[in-house]
């Protein structure tokens, strides 16, 4: 008979006496893709490396564990034995390749050092096999590659050598832990690609680690969801996202749905635009002597009426947060102008104070936006006082914004350390809106919140939106979120903007070869779900 | 082109360092209170003419400037000239003292990194309390207690009651005693580095690819480590100065430390300057090797 | 030593009330430096002779009546030396650590407050003279400034400011690259708000622990001073001189050289510890790595009604 390649039964994992994995069982074939979904903390990472033999010293396996590969036992705590299996019957690629390909090696001296995991071989057909290898991955040029340091290689450049070296063995499994949460949209979908074709020429089985419903639905055949160490859903792919059962699978699946779902067109009003910018060009400061300045921005121009939302889609590097803190004053351009509410401030000294108060700025992390040692009420009170808006009603107002986004009165005394990364986003939010600005600056502002908090953040800004009536400029990489979010869409790549229109029509006629790949990376939709509308989210 | 570039850099920083100590040096020698014919004249019981006369002979009474031109010029031909108490070149002085220090610094600084680095490692592969005290021991006795009293302790200890060591000459006390020191300042910070150089995301993806032990040590940790031991031997040489220092006068080492401090009581300033020079240059050169060596070994600083 | 009872000290199951408010790891040390410090003050009324009287008919006697601790070379009262050897070296290094962080913290912020172009300069003049190791920079300065208490002072702190500035400076543009103060500049935040506000009040714990680390290291290189010879007058009471004439007549009168060496290293052992003590619980980058608290995790159990609840 046939065993799976990996059969894991009853895994139990526990760090320094707390629980961190809790009975998780599954089997996965020969060929075959299983998927573990779970949000940050939720023990994902730690299965894969309890399967390794990886774990840290300080992580205890459950007894009634079983792990099995081939049907043999594994056991991860008898190093000699997983070392033997490392590298050869499996293997694994991690999540920021940057950090975990080795700077002081060559890619070529690191793919080697795999080669010969795999098996004694003599100079040349270590060499032909190092090409091969290369060649296998898709990167361009082996030879020269081979010579290269990582720093000198693109993100998924790196990733696929990091590929490379799991693959120089052609192990039975390989396990994939996010290995594209690092990368640029676009990338994300090559190297999505790329394992599904290696899977199909090597047949291994593969174990995908992801917080990405779509990305795992794109690539597995079983999909296990995880949540705080526990597996609550599980089975094949289809059944799972047509009928969730679990109201977290639920939560996850509709989040999706709800950002594909289009949302209804924004009213145009007319009237004095919030901002106007025009032939903006911004250089990063040269630190060393002789290097030329980084151009970051050059030629953008664009407009945003009052009440109106404009998406800023980009990948990393793409210039746009360096845009939202020019429109926000806290740089200076180097060329071009700015006008926010018909006052320009590209070449202002300082930037009027009522300016100020109708423009605010919610940044990326949530974790760094609020001073840990400032309580949630003094940290809001800081505008209010800076902007002269402190009177005997503050701590009313104050009271008023932090319900207005759903956080109750005992939250006013409470650290940042307190607080889950979603109700800093929110207290970001309430403390921006406290001057009740007419323009509200969106930097990346729920990237670093898991995909179920997202949602809501999104929802609870577009409820406030509608009531107020604020304008806003919404930067973000993820083209869904961008366009539900968005009434108009500005696509920036290198720092220039490419294209820029209606948020329906960019998305569904797109002009430009790069807003094309952009949307050829998106991820096919979800199968349709049942439950669509907002309240399910909540 | 760029790394070649860069090395250059270093060296002229360094150098600009140095041209800025001894100038500081030069003009703290001449505005100090009292010169060296004050000294002699206390001690040899000289007019006020003949000072005046010394004076002139040895060049005090033209403009700083002057002065210090002379000496650059003259220094940098290699030339540093003549002790004013002795009545001997610098250079002979610099050249009978020079092998001493160094004996005693190059020694001092093997055994003490030796010392960290196997404290740290053995920390590091086999956990312990045991490694843990003596860690936190040798680096608790480097900042409380100072390397001249672990040299009086040592003296009374092992000279005196025990009758083992010569009490002055022998350059094993003054090694361990130094060594002891400096290893005390980096294992901490040493053993903290490998603990982390262990857990870095390629050092596991080099774990994970089934990799023996000693090839991931070698391979992998290791160059992950050398920026900060050496840094820490750099922070370790500048310490090494003030140690051989005192080491030199308690166990009567006719090395630079002794020199320069004599020079120092006496005012002997051609002395002073020369030390100081020599001492400030080579603590550049040996920074400006360490950056340099730095860069060699990560390829992401060139 | 005394580490070991702090080493073991958790292990013991008494004295736990005392643990929790007062551990021995910070009492013993901070109760042995006040009582140095106190008995540096009293000096005048602790002791019957002037640490500067010789009596040359007890030369080098050891510990009797009249003379707690004995006599040193001169006749001199080794008990009333020892005291005001405390007064001068506490006094000495405290202030020199006061004029290294006035110049080296102070100076710093002022120059990083004021933009790039300050902190170049300031670094670069900084940079000059770091290249030599402090105690040597301490001792061209004296050599400069002359002996005497006041320069020993001002030439401790300067060869301290290098180091303190270079502290100052990490952890200024630690915080300063956060998020919150990006936000307080958006609302119009000037600089001396954000200085005050936010960066000071996130780096005071590592200058706390800064200063506590570098006020025993200024005893040390006061002691070397001293005890090399130069930055007091020949017959001063300090430690470090108080050795280097002993050291003579180590065989005859051990007890003459134990004194002030204890004395020291009793001082600068309390003194590290509890720098120790304090890096521990204020040190930010220790608290980031020691403590997982809630901010690592979003909490689930207690975390997810209120997040759940969103909309």
New interface residues.
Partial sequence: MTHPVLELHDLDIAIAGRRIVLDLSFAIDKGETLALIGE??SGKSMTALAI?G?L?PNAQLGARSRLLLDGVPLRPDDETAM??????RM??V?Q?PM???????TVGGQIA??ID?AGAADRTSRRERLIELIELVELPDPPSIVRR?P?ELSGGQQQRA?LA?ALAAEPRLLIADEPTSALDATVQAEILALLKRLQARIGNAMLFITHDLAAAADLAQQLVVM??GEAVEQGAAGAVLAHPKHDYTRRLVSTRSILRAAPAPAAVTRGQPAVEVSQLAYDY?VRRLFARPWRALDGVSLRIGAGETLGILGESGSGKSTLA?LV???LRPTSGEISLFGAPIAHART?D?DL?RRC??I???P???????LTIES?MR??LE??RLSGSGSAEKIERALADV??GPEYLHRY????????RQ?V?IA?ALLSEPELLICDEIVSAL?AT?QM??L??LK?LQATRGFAMMFVGHDIEIVRWISDRIAVMHRGRIVEQGDAAAILTAPREPYTRKLIAAMLPPLPDVTITD?TQ?? | MARVLSVLGTLLRGLVQCACIVMLTFLLCRVMPGDVVDVLGLEGGLTAEQQAQMRHDLGLDQPLAVQFGDWVTHAVAGDFGRSIRFDRPVMDMLATAVPVTLRLTVLSFAFGLTLALVLALAATARPSRLFDVLIDGVNIWSIAVPTFCAGVIAILVFSIWLGWLPVIGGLLAPVLIIGLDNAGQIVKQLREELKEAV????V?????????PW?VSV??VM??TMGVVLALSGLVLGSLVAGSLTMEVLFALPGLGSLTLNAIHGRDYPVILAAVTLISVSLVLINTTMDVLHRL????LA | MSARPIAMMPAGRRASFLRRHCPAGICLPAAIVLLLAAAGLAAPWLTAHSPLDQDLLQLNKGPGAGFPLGTDHLGRDILSRLLYGARSTLAVSALGTVIAFAAGAGLGLLALTLG?WAERILFAAIDLIRALPGTLLALLLIVGLGSGSGPLTIALGVSFVPVVAYVTRAAYHREAA???V????????NGL?ILS??IL??IAGTLITQAAIILPRCIVTESVLSFLGVGSSPDAPTWGRMIADSSRFIERAPHAIMAPLVTLVLLTLSLSLLGNQLRRRFDPIRQETDVP???A?????A?RP??????
Avoid: W
């Fill in positions: 940050s903390g390794m990886l840290p070392r033997a299996l490392r590298g050869r293997s694994m991690f920021d950090s975990c390909l080795s700077p002081f090696m050092e795999a995991r340091f720093h990091m070296m949540r705080a400061p803190k926000s004053g806290l930037i104070r100020r605010q700025i940044f990326q992390n974790y760094g936006a609020l001073n840990p040692r940290a800081e505008p800076l902007l759903n956080l940042p350390h307190q607080l889950s990364g979603g109700q929110r970001c403390r898991d908090v809501q953040v929802l609870m409820e907002a989210v909540a | 857990t870095l995301p390629h596991r993806t080099a774990r994970a690819k089934g990799l023996s090839r391979f992998h160059p992950a070994v990560d390829p992401r | 790039h956060r998020d919150y990006l936000a307080a500049a958006s609302f119009g935040g708000h506000r936010h009040p996130n608290g809630p901010a995790d979003p909490a689930p159990a975390v209120v997040e759940a609840g969103g909309c």
